[in-house]
């Protein structure tokens, strides 16, 4: 979700500018981030294949971060950047009442349905006494 893309970007990349700007009749702190010098060494190649840059547009008001722009560079000395890449949430409202049907998961005709909460769960309290580490100890591969 937006929690954990939020920090990605925070763990992988150095934000060198911001400015003030407005757009659409709305005012945004605009930031700007480049790969982090420390990269982690399974993340390096993401410097050549993947976006140079990361401008995030944040609601003056909220801090909320509505538009995610991502740009490649397209010469040698990081000079020509194109935009590859534009994420933006539209309509964002928050502490509005939400229905309790809005959660429900109804699952497709013919799919076959397998509650493992309650090993999810002993999983998670084995974890916390001590005993084998949680899923969040262990890493993703």
Do not use: C
Request: aromatic share 10%.
């Amino acid at each position: 979700g937006l929690p954990a893309m939020m920090a990605g970007i925070e763990s992988t990349m150095t934000f060198d500018a911001h400015e003030n700007v407005q757009r659409d009749g709305r005012r945004y702190i605009v930031v700007q981030g480049r790969w982090s010098d420390d990269l982690p060494e399974e993340l390096q190649p993401l410097k050549e294949a993947g976006p140079s840059r990361v401008r995030i547009f944040l609601a003056e008001d909220s801090l909320f971060p509505e538009r995610f722009l991502y740009y490649q560079r397209m010469s040698p000395d990081g000079n020509q950047l194109q935009k590859i890449l534009e994420l933006q949430f539209l309509d964002v409202e928050f502490d509005v009442p939400v229905s309790s049907e809005a959660f429900t998961f109804v699952s497709p005709p013919g799919t076959e349905e397998h509650d493992e909460t309650r090993q999810f769960l002993d999983l998670l309290q084995s974890g916390e006494e001590g005993g084998e580490a949680g899923a969040a100890d262990t890493p993703v591969q």
